[in-house]
């Protein structure tokens, strides 16, 4: 690359500074001299100011560092110029395998206040009032059992209790517990009790909890009984002091979680996480769309208004739908294409709710095995959205 070409790309780069297009054509011809992290920096800018410009072949060339080896064995040392991009360090790939989990509050989900407020009055002010509740000898900590449709924000939900709490939160998935051998999957629950009891205060997360305290009566396997047993002899046991921590489990199938849990003092609070309204749905919206390209014409409740039945994990969909529509415009087009309202109706004709079904089958168990009242709020809801019949 000549200079005069580089001074006339300068000299039209000074003229428009907001021409995101010709910045990078000042990036290409800066690599090209041999300028290589000014070219960088220009692509970066580039970039930043229009994501549809973003080449990762050549931002790989320009950020690839030279590693220069000379040999070993007595002869003239010989340079190979060897092209690496490879400098993760320990420390990074650590963050890489086990990413820290991100901390969450209430105000990052959308709807559900009528839950938090009962999360709110129930959980976290004795974790943050703790001479009070003591005072009245009312013991921090618990459980509380979440059950609703899939994707309807139990599982953020009990991320955000933890944040609010300002608690650890650990988070139990199957294969953390279930073990092949006699007696592993029993030591293995004990030893994560022990480890929130150590650094209480803690909140202890079971997602589909009904895999881990399913109904014993109607399982063939006496490890499977065996192993509801140990647990509940952790939530309440003799020996056992968990005050400062907190269980929270979650499902979508609450009638198959053994009716042994929901004894007072272990997961004695039953909470119904229905699918969003229309409300909810709107600022859910508005949460998914924060920090994305958008229209700035774009009209979130009158998407909210043609979603019912969708949970928030197909409101997620519909939005990454209609995003992926618009990164299609804008690779078209050569300039970045924000997110509008008919992105958002097109992707409408692709995504569909899928709480129905559930809604259904809940409709059943509300109707016919309600003997405690324990399915009352499911029947509140179908009766308010007029899908009782």
Excluded at 348 to 371: D, F, I, M, Q
Aim: glycine content about 8%; charged content about 25%.
């Amino acid at each position: 690359m000549d200079d005069a070409t580089l001074a006339a790309l300068r000299a039209a780069l000074d003229i428009s500074p907001g021409n995101h297009a010709l910045r990078m054509a000042w990036a290409r011809a800066l690599a090209a001299a041999g300028r290589r992290e000014e070219a960088l920096a220009a692509y970066r800018t580039a970039v930043e100011g229009d994501a549809a410009l973003e080449d990762p072949a050549f931002a790989t060339r320009l950020s690839a560092r030279v590693v220069e080896r000379s040999a070993e064995d007595g002869r003239p040392p010989v340079k190979l110029a060897v092209i690496s991009n490879d400098d993760t360090d320990e420390s990074e790939l650590r963050r890489l395998l086990a990413p820290p989990a991100e901390k969450i509050t209430f105000a990052d989900v959308g709807g559900l206040d009528d839950v938090k407020e009962q999360i709110r009055r129930r959980i976290i002010l004795p974790f943050q009032k703790p001479s009070l509740f003591e005072r009245f000898r009312r013991r921090a900590g618990g459980g509380i059992l979440l059950y609703g449709a899939p994707g309807c924000g139990k599982t953020m939900l009990a991320r955000a209790t933890a944040g609010e709490c300002g608690a650890a939160f650990y988070s139990v998935a199957i294969h953390d517990v279930l073990d092949m051998y006699i007696g592993e999957s029993e030591r293995k629950l004990h030893a994560l009790f022990e480890e929130a009891r150590a650094h209480a205060p803690a909140v202890l997360f079971f997602d589909e909890i009904e895999a881990l305290g399913g109904k014993r009566q109607y399982t063939r396997e006496a490890t499977a009984s065996k192993l509801v047993s140990q647990f509940l002899a952790e939530m309440d046991g003799f020996a056992q002091n968990n005050s400062g921590v907190l269980m929270l489990g979650s499902t979508n199938l609450p009638w198959a979680v053994d009716s042994a849990f929901r004894r007072p003092g272990r997961f004695d609070r039953v909470l119904f996480v229905p699918p969003p309204d229309e409300p909810a749905r709107a600022s859910i919206l508005r949460l998914l769309l924060d920090r994305r390209p958008a229209a700035p014409d774009l009209n979130a409740a009158a998407v909210a208004k043609a979603t019912s039945g969708f949970s928030g994990a197909d409101l997620s969909h519909l939005v990454e739908t209609a995003a992926d529509l618009a990164i299609g415009e804008s690779i078209a087009a050569g300039r970045e294409v924000p997110i509008a309202q008919a992105h958002l109706r097109s992707a409408l004709g692709e995504v569909k709710p899928t709480t129905l079904e559930w809604l259904t089958t809940a409709r059943n168990y509300a109707r016919y095995s309600n003997e405690s009242g324990q399915y009352d709020e499911v029947l509140s809801f179908l009766r308010a959205h007029g899908r009782d019949r």
